[in-house]
């Protein structure tokens, strides 16, 4: 079975500013990918961040990033130079081969001040 | 490019009808997902296609259906619909596995009156 735990419902950051959303995940599984998704108010489902869970190095993509540490089950995502556009709801997900099933996590709704 | 197709974009139905929502996912993608988001929720997986067969099976009503077709567009098909049915119907395409993630469509937003 697989489960995804967001702690933060709310996080809130200032323009231009650096911002860390929390996921940790359970799986029985070997071969697993993680996700983050981006959630904007159009409600469209935007895929911001992958990792593969066989790879130590850590995802990046422009101003995101993520801090994977397998150990601890922990898939953290780190938005550099915060921009009002990048308010939104983040789920983290979670997929495994045998599972063949993206499982969310409550997600954590992230407001940008200006 | 194009994306995963959901029609129609937005739905009103009474108490007891019967509502189909239809999917058109990625060309080449032979994979279909189904996940429904209430208010407020996270997106709880429905069910999925591959090659037209149903491959998984989550949280779905028995009054809810659904089918892929032989050109892999799916319909979800619900009757005696219910108040706490009104929620956002995502389908989602990939290629056999998911793990490059999935592309979802624009959603389904279902309200039941």
């Known amino acids: 079975a697989q489960t995804v735990t967001q702690s933060q419902p709310e996080m809130s950051v200032q323009e231009a500013e650096t911002v860390t959303l929390s996921c940790t995940y359970d799986?029985?599984?070997?071969?697993?990918?993680l996700f983050w998704y981006k959630q904007p108010p159009s409600r469209q489902m935007i895929l911001v961040i992958r990792q593969e869970a066989y790879k130590q190095q850590n995802a990046t993509e422009n101003r995101f990033s993520v801090n994977f540490q397998k150990a601890a089950k922990s898939f953290s995502l780190k938005i550099s130079d915060s921009q009002l556009g990048d308010a939104a709801m983040y789920f983290c997900?979670?997929?495994?081969?045998?599972?063949?099933?993206?499982?969310f996590g409550t997600g954590t709704l992230l407001a940008v001040q200006p | 490019a194009a994306g995963v197709i959901q029609s129609p974009r937005h739905l009103i139905k009474e108490k007891r009808e019967t509502a189909t929502l239809k999917c058109y996912p990625i060309?080449?993608?032979?994979?279909v997902y189904w996940y429904q988001q209430g208010p407020g929720q996270d997106p709880q997986f429905l069910i999925s296609?591959?090659?037209?067969?149903?491959?998984d099976k989550g949280s779905i009503p028995d009054r809810f259906s659904a089918q892929q077709f032989s050109d892999y567009h799916s319909e979800l098909n619900m009757s005696s619909l219910e108040l706490g049915d009104s929620a956002l119907y995502f389908c989602a395409s990939s290629l056999a596995t998911g793990e490059y993630g999935y592309t979802f469509g624009s959603g389904t937003r279902l309200t039941v009156v």
């Open positions: 060309p080449r993608h032979d994979t």
């Open positions: 997900a979670s997929y495994g081969g045998a599972t063949n099933k993206l499982i």
């Open positions: 799986t029985s599984e070997s071969d697993y990918y």
């Open positions: 296609f591959y090659e037209k067969m149903q491959s």
